[in-house]
């Protein structure tokens, strides 16, 4: 079992930057591919960025691209997320997932990963 507790959300003026961190309880989290979900009102999860069991592979959605960084510390069982150049439309509620396969891309539906966060709520406004 894997519990995911997500931190560092608020509300931040647009081109603003914020930190997301993800701490994980598991007993051998290197074994484990982590990504950040999104969901804004009315839309889908969309799937930000993902890293793979080592940190060697990374994917970004082309919205984040340039503007958002993903990484891992194997020894402290946390993800993190940087945010910079923050827009309104990066405002939703982001998740922190887990699971043992990696999944990116566009063809990578939610229910790939089986371990999520409560989430943290990232506002984007003036």
């Known amino acids: 079992q894997v519990q995911l507790v997500e931190s560092g959300g608020g509300l931040v003026q647009p081109g603003g930057s914020l930190r997301l961190s993800c701490a994980a309880s598991?007993?051998?989290?290197?074994?484990?591919?982590m990504a950040w979900y999104r969901q804004a009102p009315g839309e889908e999860r969309e799937l930000v960025t993902a890293?793979?069991?080592?940190?060697?592979?990374?994917y970004y959605a082309e919205s984040v691209k340039g503007r958002f960084a993903i990484s891992r510390d194997n020894t402290k069982n946390t993800v993190d997320l940087q945010m910079s150049r923050l827009k309104p439309e990066d405002t939703a509620v982001y998740y922190c997932?887990?699971?043992?396969?990696?999944?990116?891309?566009?063809?990578?539906?939610?229910?790939?990963?089986?371990?999520w966060g409560q989430g943290t709520q990232v506002t984007v406004s003036s």
């Open positions: 997932v887990a699971d043992l396969n990696y999944c990116s891309g566009y063809g990578c539906r939610p229910e790939e990963y089986h371990y």
């Open positions: 598991v007993r051998f989290f290197s074994d484990y591919a």
């Open positions: 890293i793979n069991w080592t940190g060697d592979e990374v």
